[in-house]
């Protein structure tokens, strides 16, 4: 199956996504001296960018997927608030379940970079906001109540949870009979657990391990006690250069990833994510989507920062990448000769 076959048949599907909206933000420049004042570096800053994060650009990236997308959270009365609505208005997505209160501090990320004559760009520092800031009740009551309102028109659900602040059990619970029969997609960093039943979860090595405490390094055994606990249709257990292994309740099955230069992991898990929810989706087996996520995220981490995969850039990908397929059946005369029988 070509990728192109799966955004046909996820053309005009509804997804709602729900999770920590976060602003990512980039400055890059060039160090050039210590200050005299104390021993940290000075860096002119040559570039700054500002781009939904987390959950919200696993809604860009299935927005660009052409799908329709509801995407729900929480943002703060503030700047990057403020800018964040803008720019995801501006993408073509829903924003009626995106609560901004002045009780609230929008979650930022800021990444600072720096290149100079003789190295290549490379971050020196990164600045979290604090993730771990309570969301008043009344707000989660009054979210769950828009959730809830949307839902009949949703054919997925995706839920990433990075900071913990409103993504715990009763939440989930809820949300989830909203969706009762319904594609559902989990993703957390801390908090895996909580998607049993789930259509599908999207961890890492690291995030799976949350659930499976085990020391050894097999990953068979892991991914196999993590589907048996989860009780999930599909794990798609994320392993970096090593590809994705695929678990579900009978099969298991490894897909490598292909060939693609690692620049940048940024915005990796989010590509897994809206990757996965597409093939579900588009209602092709659990192969065909490992090596669709794969493709869409070896576009992700081969440009600097935060990338919006388009459907262009996939395309071009497989192109590329069948083209050195390709060039390693090629021989040349002489290696045929070498393989004749004297």
């Known amino acids: 199956m070509n990728d192109m076959s799966v955004f046909e048949k996820i053309k005009d599907k509804n997804v709602m996504v729900v999770g920590d909206i976060f602003m990512n ?20 800053s040559k570039q700054r960018s500002q781009e939904p994060g987390g959950a919200a650009h696993v809604a860009v990236l299935l927005k660009n997927f052409g799908c329709h997308v509801v ?5 703060g009365d503030d700047a990057n608030g403020h800018e964040l609505l803008r720019q995801i208005s501006k993408q073509g997505i829903n ?24 190295y290549p760009d490379h971050d020196i520092l990164r600045i979290d906001t604090p993730g771990n800031q309570n969301i008043p009740q009344i707000l989660q009551e009054k979210i ?7 839902s009949a028109k949703m054919d997925a659900l ?5 900071t913990e602040c409103f993504i715990h059990k009763e939440f989930i619970q809820a949300v989830k009979s909203f969706f009762d029969g319904k594609i559902c997609i989990g993703d957390s960093e801390k908090q ?9 979860v999207t961890p890492n090595e690291q995030e799976s391990r949350t659930v ?8 068979e055994k892991l991914g196999k006690t993590l589907q048996k606990k989860l009780k999930c249709d599909h794990v798609f257990l994320t392993c970096g250069s090593e590809g994705i292994y695929v678990f579900q309740t009978e099969n298991y099955y490894h897909v490598p990833t292909r060939t693609f230069k690692i620049f940048d992991v940024t915005g990796a898990g989010e590509t897994v994510v809206a990757s996965v929810t597409a093939g579900l989706l588009a209602q092709i087996d659990a192969q065909e989507i490992a090596r669709f996520t794969n493709t869409t995220a070896g576009v992700a981490v081969s440009r600097p920062g935060l990338v919006s995969v388009t459907v262009q850039d996939v395309i071009e990908q497989e192109k590329q990448l069948d083209v050195e397929v390709l060039a ?7 290696q045929l000769k070498q393989l004749q029988p004297d």
């Not at 995407?71 to 943002?75: N, Q, Y």
């Open 25 to 44: 933000e980039n400055i890059r420049g060039s160090m050039y001296s210590l200050s005299e004042e104390s021993p940290i570096p000075i860096v002119h």
């Open 158 to 162: 995706v839920v990433m949870d990075k």
């Open 71 to 75: 995407l729900a959270g929480f943002v």
């Open 144 to 150: 769950l109540s828009k959730i809830k309102k949307h």
């Open 192 to 200: 895996l657990g909580l998607f049993a039943g789930f259509t599908a």
């Open 328 to 334: 390693e059946k090629l021989v040349t005369p002489a």
């Open 212 to 219: 499976v405490e085990q020391d050894e390094d097999n990953i």
């Open 95 to 118: 924003t009626d379940i995106i609560m901004q209160d002045k009780s609230v501090f929008t979650n930022c990320q800021t990444r600072i970079s720096v290149k100079g004559a003789h």
